[in-house]
């Protein structure tokens, strides 16, 4: 993880693909669980590089990462 208190998109693909260009790995899955961390890749993520990126939420949504058994409705519902 970076040292500072943000990832930004650009640093994490930078990394990806020196990964890629050094050969570290033969294939990658990645989950990221964040409010709009479908911005880490969306459209950033070059074709080729053998990773798999899912996130819990696109670029433009919260990721409602709780839960909170017994309460109905849930959370995400009452906005």
């Avoid at 640093?11 to 693909?17: E, G, H, R, S």
């Avoid at 260009?21 to 969306?42: H, N, P, Q, R, W």
């Amino acid at each position: 993880m970076p040292t500072d208190e943000e990832l930004y998109a650009k640093d994490l693909i930078d990394v990806l693909k020196k990964k890629h260009a050094s050969g570290t790995y033969k294939s990658m899955v990645i989950y990221l669980e964040a409010c709009e961390s479908g911005s880490m890749f969306d459209g950033l993520l070059p074709q080729g590089l053998n990773i798999y990126a899912t996130t819990a939420s696109n670029a433009n949504e919260s990721s409602w990462g709780f839960y909170c058994p017994g309460l109905y409705p849930p959370p995400s519902s009452r906005i």
